[in-house]
Structure formats: structure tokens, C-alpha cells
């Protein structure tokens, strides 16, 4: 089963960095979109809309509490598309 590989985390924070409306360089693995990046609940939807897009995969909205930073996201999309 492959992992993460590096095109798809990169195409992951290019996705958040886009509807957060920040540089690839603000954002971190570990800094939380709500706290350090002024992020809303209607962000992290459109966040999670677009992931579910791009990778054509189905991820439920309970998972949004899981996603609040971009080690989250790497992690619940890997788990929805079973990678």
C-alpha cells in the first residue's frame, strides 16, 4: 500500500494554503489553522471540499475536528483514500 508520498503533501498544503490565503512558507505540519492562521469553521469546510475533489475521495464532516493542521489533514485524507 503506498504512503504519502511528497507530491501529494504538496499538493495538500497547496490546497490549504490557497483557501487560507497564505504563503506556503506561514503554514507549518503542526500550526493550527483556527489559533495561528485565523481560520473559520467555513475555511476548514472549503478545505475539506476541495481535498475531497482533488483526490476524489469521500471524508466525513466529523472529521473536520481532526483537521486542524496540516498533520491532520495528511492523515484523515490518507485514511479516507486508503493510501
Known amino acids: 500500500m503506498p504512503t504519502l508520498t511528497e507530491e501529494r503533501a504538496e499538493k495538500i498544503k497547496e490546497i490549504v494554503c490557497e483557501i487560507l490565503e497564505l504563503e506556503e512558507d506561514e503554514v507549518t505540519e503542526t500550526s493550527l489553522f483556527r489559533e495561528d492562521h485565523d481560520a473559520d469553521s467555513l475555511r476548514a469546510i472549503e478545505i475539506l471540499?476541495?481535498?475531497?475533489?482533488?483526490?476524489k475521495v469521500v471524508i466525513d464532516q466529523s472529521e473536520l475536528a481532526r483537521m486542524v493542521n496540516l498533520k491532520g489533514v495528511h492523515e484523515v485524507v490518507a485514511e479516507s483514500a486508503g493510501w
Open 49 to 55: 471540499a476541495s481535498l475531497e475533489k482533488e483526490f
